[in-house]
């Protein structure tokens, strides 16, 4: 069975980092990773809900869920370090930061497993103002934290002080 193949370029480390903190964010794998490129891999999944909502309503639509599914392919994402690339160029990959879960007052940001200080600790793949001095948080410009420790990535894995357990319900 093949998977499809997609090649990310980016030109800095902290950016491919921030494309794996993505892409692991979706769902993937990290499957190999060297200093300049890592490959990451998600397999098509089976929902066993959607077989048996088809099951019950009628076997026509689990015979059309069986079908799409055999039809899928593995995703495979090679991420890959070009100096040459501009910082500036646009990166596929990333989810805008609205699109991020945050907290009703848009101070935390979910990373999936905790609350993250955005005072503190940016999401991955914001936008920057041209001197890099503020962040777009989806609604408004933001100033950008201290320099120790501002990124969310794998090198830079946001710590349990950042967190906030009790915070409230969350709006996207």
């Known amino acids: 069975m093949s998977a499809t193949v997609a090649t990310v370029i980016v030109p800095t480390t902290e950016q491919m980092q921030q494309a794996v903190m993505s892409y ?3 769902g993937f794998v ?6 300049d ?7 098509k999944e089976f929902s066993i809900l959607w077989a048996v909502i088809g099951f019950f309503l009628c076997l026509l639509p689990l015979l059309i869920y069986c079908i799409v599914y055999a039809t899928q392919k593995d995703q495979m994402v090679v991420v ?4 040459s690339v501009p910082p500036t160029a646009a990166l596929p990959f990333v989810s805008a930061a609205n699109e991020l879960t945050w ?3 848009r101070r935390y940001w979910w990373n999936g497993s905790t609350w993250i200080d955005a005072g503190k600790t940016l999401p991955p793949g914001v ?7 503020h962040w777009w948080d989806g609604v408004a410009w933001r100033p950008r934290p201290a320099a120790e420790g ?3 990535s794998a090198s830079n894995p946001p710590s349990d002080t950042a967190t906030e357990p009790d915070h409230p319900e969350t709006s996207v």
Do not use: C, M
């Open 24 to 26: 692991i964010a979706q």
């Open 30 to 35: 990290v499957s190999t990773q060297t200093g």
């Open 37 to 43: 490129s890592t490959t990451l891999f998600k397999k």
């Open 80 to 83: 890959r370090i070009d100096p």
């Open 103 to 105: 907290s009703e007052d």
């Open 127 to 133: 936008t920057f103002t041209e001197d890099g001095t």
């Open 150 to 152: 501002t990124t969310a």
